[in-house]
């Protein structure tokens, strides 16, 4: 069997009724058992569809309570549009009795409880509760299948027009109202309503056929009838019925050509008579035969039907009823509602409160079946979708997602945050903004100075450091070290390497004057003895524009003095 429902499975514990037995695979168990279920919100149930069509044997599944022999079944199979779930089988359901769910049936979406049982070791279902309130569970026999009607014929479900595109399938026990587009305008040809058994429709689709004033009131033609409420009110029901509010005037007119005789009016209500004769005013005197009923009772009900002088007819079926549909429950705190009332025609609107969104109809009315013309709607917290970032050093401060909540987002140190810092859940579900990223922060690579060189391992994130040396030669003038600070800039800029000589050192038993590290181009030094030697050499060395001395250090050799 071709079905398909909308199945929220948990396969926890809590979601199974079980009675362990852990001895014995095979157990005798009470088919009344009391079973845990859950439950879940119509936007939770994900779409299912499946194909175990099994019904229990005589042997199986007893409604009265008495007991039957089972050996435990595998996990069941779960389908999501159209893809098996994996992972079901890590559970054990070998002293599993059933699995109940929610399942969403038909076109309409009707939610109802449903279960699978285990029975001789295979998993018999589903059934489903008759309707949304019940705890009475149904096998689901075969569904039949509902193609689009003719454009002049209307279908209704549950007191819900069809407005189908493609074929649909019904559950078992499905009852369909069908009516023509325009009551009167089209002679209405078969059942009123069908109904689903067992994968068969009991009744062919009806036929609206065209009426006089579709056929240019040929004589061949059913005459078209319309009405006209005077005072009152009335209204079409799904199975195409005109529902006459107590106390209205109504007129219905019978549209044939005057000149091609006098159509006649029959009505199947017994208790008076009613008056027919061709309209009075001289624009609808030589076309409509009318009659009328005035402050219409429950005792009009019946058939009128309007039949030509070549014997064709079309009928109205008329109910005079108070027709009231039901209180719309006001649970919902943050629905807003008004209500003209519960009478046919009336209407109800429906808003909500700030931060909230209306799911469903902004306006319903009371249609002529007593029942509004859709669900009424709810209201749904606005959420925006979850902010789902790969960024592992972005920290987020509120996980909040409902409408005006305010994310704010940090770096740890040595990042910095790319994009907004605050995004901000909007009406339309939307975030004000894309979430931003932490990003590394980095200084840029440092140019060596002229003459020298740098050391550094190749990273330039907060915190690294490197150091700037000079070639022979060379004298660095600035900070030999600098750090990349937490703002992405070096803490000292590049140091400069300046052409300098290096101290020429001291001859043995002498010294140089002045004495420093580095002498400045052009300057000059002195080398001096000790008492008792003399200067062998240059005396006075220059510094040149090259780095070098001007000429090789002086030594110090002792003073020979002759006799």
Not at 243 to 249: A, H, K, R, W, Y
Not at 290 to 318: M, Q, W
Request: hydrophobic letters at 30%.
């Amino acid at each position: 069997m071709r079905w398909f429902l909308l199945l929220w499975l948990l396969l926890g514990s809590a979601a199974l009724a079980a009675r362990q037995d852990t001895k014995r695979k095979k157990t005798t168990v009470k088919t009344t058992t009391t079973t845990t279920t859950t439950t879940a919100r119509p936007d939770h149930l994900s779409k299912v569809s499946g194909s175990t069509n099994k019904l229990p044997s005589p042997g199986g599944y007893k409604p009265d309570g008495d007991t039957v022999t089972r050996e435990g079944c595998m996990p069941p199979e779960v389908v999501v549009n159209g893809t098996n779930v994996p992972g079901n089988g890590g559970e054990d359901f070998a002293s599993v009795q059933e699995v109940q769910f929610l399942g969403v049936i038909g076109p309409l979406e009707q939610k109802r409880v449903c279960k699978i049982k285990c029975l001789n070791g295979v998993w018999v279902g589903p059934l489903c509760t008759i309707d949304q309130d019940s705890k009475k569970f149904q096998p689901m026999l075969r569904q039949c299948f509902l193609s689009p009607p003719s454009p002049d014929v209307v279908m209704s479900f549950e007191g819900k027009e069809l407005n189908l595109e493609n074929e649909v399938a019904l559950p078992h026990g499905s009852v369909i109202e069908l009516r023509c587009a325009e009551v009167g305008l089209f002679k209405f040809v078969g059942q009123p309503t069908i109904r689903c058994g067992n994968g068969q429709w009991n009744a062919p689709p009806p036929l609206c056929q065209p009426t006089s004033i579709q056929k240019n009131f040929s004589l061949d033609a059913a005459p078209t009838i319309t009405y006209n409420v005077v005072s009152g009110d009335a209204g079409i029901t799904s199975s195409g019925q005109v529902v006459i509010l107590p106390n209205s005037i109504i007129h219905f007119d019978c549209l044939w050509q005057r000149q091609d005789g006098n159509p006649t009016w029959t009505w199947t209500a017994t208790h008076r008579q009613y008056p027919s004769a061709w309209a009075i005013s001289a624009e609808e005197r030589g076309w409509k035969y009318r009659l009328s009923i005035y402050y219409a009772k429950d005792t009009d009900d019946g058939i009128f039907t309007c039949t030509t002088p070549k014997g064709h007819s079309n009928e109205v079926h008329v109910r005079v009823r108070n027709i009231q549909c039901p209180a719309i429950d006001s649970l919902d705190r943050n629905r807003v509602m008004a209500v003209e009332g519960n009478k046919m025609h009336s209407q109800a609107r429906f808003a909500c409160m700030e931060g909230f969104n209306l799911i469903g109809p902004e306006e319903i009315t009371c249609t002529a079946s007593g029942s509004w013309s859709e669900t009424p709607p709810y209201c749904e917290v606005i959420q925006c979708p979850p902010l789902n970032s790969e960024d592992t050093h972005l920290r987020v401060e509120s996980h909040n997602r409902t409408y005006g909540s305010r994310v704010m987002f940090s770096c740890p140190t040595g990042y910095r945050l790319v994009g907004s810092p605050v995004i901000i859940c909007l009406k339309n579900q939307t975030w004000s903004d894309s979430p931003p990223y932490c990003e590394a922060i980095e200084c840029e690579p440092p140019l060596a100075p002229n003459n020298g060189r740098v050391l550094d391992n190749g990273r330039y994130l907060t915190g690294d450091f490197l150091q700037f040396t000079c070639n022979a030669g060379f004298v660095l003038v600035g900070e030999s070290i600098t750090v990349c600070n937490d703002q992405g800039e070096w803490t000292f800029p590049p140091p400069i390497c300046k052409p300098a000589c290096e101290f020429p050192g001291e001859p043995a038993h002498g010294h140089v004057v002045p004495t420093k590290f580095h002498y400045d181009i052009g300057e000059m030094v002195t080398v001096e003895c000790l008492h008792g030697f003399r200067v062998l050499g240059a005396p006075r060395l220059r510094c040149t524009s090259t780095g070098h001395w001007s000429s090789p250090l002086a030594h110090c050799r002792p003073i020979i003095y002759q006799s």
